[in-house]
Antibody, heavy 118, light 107 residues
Framework: QVQLQESGPGLVKPSETLSLTCTVSGDSISSYYWSWIRQPPGKGLEWIGYIYYSGSTCYNPSLKSRVTMSVDTSKKQFFLKLSSLTAADTAVYYC????????????WGKGTTVTVSS | EIVLTQSPGTLSLSPGERATLSCRASQSVSSSYLAWYQQKPGQAPRLLIYGASSRATGIPDRFSGSGSGTDFTLTISRLEPEDFAVYYCQQYGSSLPFGQGTKVEIK
């Protein structure tokens, strides 16, 4: 059974860069896209972007200038970096398996809470 | 970029009633790329419907999806206590936007 687990710092300072890791277990990393999604407190879902095992990426245009995604297939991990943080980036960050043909997210991690504060 | 607008914002219903949730796209989209998710407080979203009308694995048949073009609907035929949650639609275009969500609450 495929499982995803997010990890990273719970607290980061404004203007710094957030680094998150998503570890995949129970499935191949090469047959899907892998997305990051976030949810500010009390608000809706915002798709950040996805990455393929080859390293090709697609980012939300509204975040593109600040987002970098990468992948380590040997460790079955993929990564999110979000730079120039502000309080508006405070959110629960989820990683999710994304089906390549129809782009829906069928397996989600539990999410990790990130607070941006000095 | 496609914008998805969900209505109503909140739906107040009783268990056993029928729920009809709407998702409207700012431009015509392929129904193959329309998905619905359920999210309960403190939990990650769960995929309900993909391809506008196909139920995901393990999803009860009281959940159904329909629509095409710019108008899509999620229907819950008879609400069970565990169905009270927030529901999001999501579409593939140049990105993967979500709608703003519809909360189904107990009346």
């Amino acid at each position: 059974q495929v499982q995803l687990q997010e990890s990273g710092p719970g607290l980061v300072k404004p203007s710094e860069t957030l680094s998150l890791t998503c570890t995949v277990s129970g499935d191949s990393i090469s047959s899907y896209y892998w997305s990051w999604i976030r949810q500010p407190p009390g608000k809706g879902l915002e798709w950040i972007g996805y990455i393929y095992y080859s390293g090709s990426t697609c980012y939300n245009p509204s975040l593109k200038s600040r987002v970098t995604m990468s992948v380590d297939t040997s460790k079955k991990q993929f990564f999110l970096k979000l730079s120039s943080l502000t309080a508006a980036d405070t959110a629960v960050y989820y990683c999710a398996r994304t089906q390549m043909r129809y782009y829906y997210m069928d397996v989600w991690g539990k999410g990790t809470t990130v607070t941006v504060s000095s | 970029e496609i914008v998805l607008t969900q209505s109503p914002g909140t739906l107040s219903l009783s268990p056993g009633e029928r729920a009809t949730l709407s998702c409207r796209a700012s431009q015509s989209v392929s129904s193959s790329y329309l998905a619905w998710y359920q999210q309960k407080p403190g939990q990650a979203p769960r995929l309900l419907i993909y391809g506008a009308s196909s139920r995901a694995t393990g999803i009860p048949d009281r959940f159904s999806g329909s629509g095409s073009g710019t108008d899509f609907t999620l229907t819950i035929s008879r609400l069970e206590p565990e169905d009270f949650a927030v529901y999001y639609c999501q579409q593939y275009g140049s990105s993967l936007p979500f709608g703003q969500g519809t909360k189904v609450e107990i009346k």
